[in-house]
Nanobody, 125 residues
């Protein structure tokens, strides 16, 4: 089992920045991909950003590319999501995710093995 604990959400004005953190513990050796999804009220959960745990390859949804950056600290088993130039449409609950498969992380969100509890990000206009 893998446990994911998120932190860093909050309220920010449009154009501002936030950094989310996700600390992983447990059977981390089984994980090849970590990432972030989000779910806005009345909408389905959507992919935001992902990272291959070994090698560090990153990938993003078109809606956040150029504004969000995913990174990791291997020593702390922690992945981060730096969010810049935030927009009201970025308002959502953000979930950290982990999975043995990078393709599952990117394309099959419903099959992801591990999820964090979620953290609220609210962007005011």
């Amino acid at each position: 089992q893998v446990q994911l604990v998120e932190s860093g959400g909050g309220l920010v004005q449009a154009g501002g920045s936030l950094r989310l953190s996700c600390a992983a513990s447990g059977s981390i050796f089984s994980i090849n991909a970590m990432g972030w999804y989000r779910q806005a009220p009345g909408k389905e959960r959507e992919f935001v950003a992902g990272m291959r745990w070994t090698g560090g390859t990153t990938y993003y949804s078109d809606s956040v590319k150029g504004r969000f950056t995913i990174s990791r600290d291997n020593a702390k088993n922690t992945v981060y999501l730096q969010m810049n130039n935030l927009k009201p449409e970025d308002t959502a609950v953000y979930y950290c995710a982990a999975d043995p498969s990078t393709s599952t992380m990117r394309y099959r969100g419903d099959s992801i093995a591990y999820w964090g509890q979620g953290t609220q990000v609210t962007v005011s206009s």
